[in-house]
């Protein structure tokens, strides 16, 4: 099992930024492609960025390519989304998943298995 717990969410007006970290717990964090998604409210849940378990390589959503930046630190177990430039669109919950290697794409939703209790980001105009 793995324990995922996101904190840093929070309100802020569009070009802020926010920086979101992910704590994990349990099994061997270095083991796993970590992945943050989000979901706003009547949407379904949607990739957002993620960082691969062996060499550390980065993918982005088109929509977030620029503005957002995912790392990890596997000495300490975490996984952080550093946000800037917010835009009133990227309001949703914002959720940390841990996927196992060869589990398939790192953008299905259904590839993870496991999840955070989510986040929330909420950008004003």
């Known amino acids: 099992q793995v324990q995922l717990v996101e904190s840093g969410g929070g309100l802020v007006q569009a070009g802020g930024s926010l920086r979101l970290s992910c704590a994990a717990s349990g099994r061997t964090f270095s083991n796993f492609h970590m992945s943050w998604f989000r979901q706003a409210p009547g949407k379904e849940r949607d990739f957002v960025a993620a960082i691969g378990w062996s060499d550390g390589s980065t993918y982005y959503a088109d929509s977030v390519k620029g503005r957002f930046t995912i790392s990890r630190d596997n000495a300490k177990n975490t996984v952080d989304l550093q946000m800037n430039s917010l835009k009133p669109e990227d309001t949703a919950v914002y959720y940390c998943?841990?996927?196992?290697?060869?589990?398939?794409?790192?953008?299905?939703?259904?590839?993870?298995?496991?999840w955070g209790q989510g986040t929330q980001v909420t950008v004003s105009s």
């Open positions: 998943a841990a996927a196992r290697p060869y589990s398939g794409s790192l953008r299905g939703v259904s590839n993870y298995a496991y």
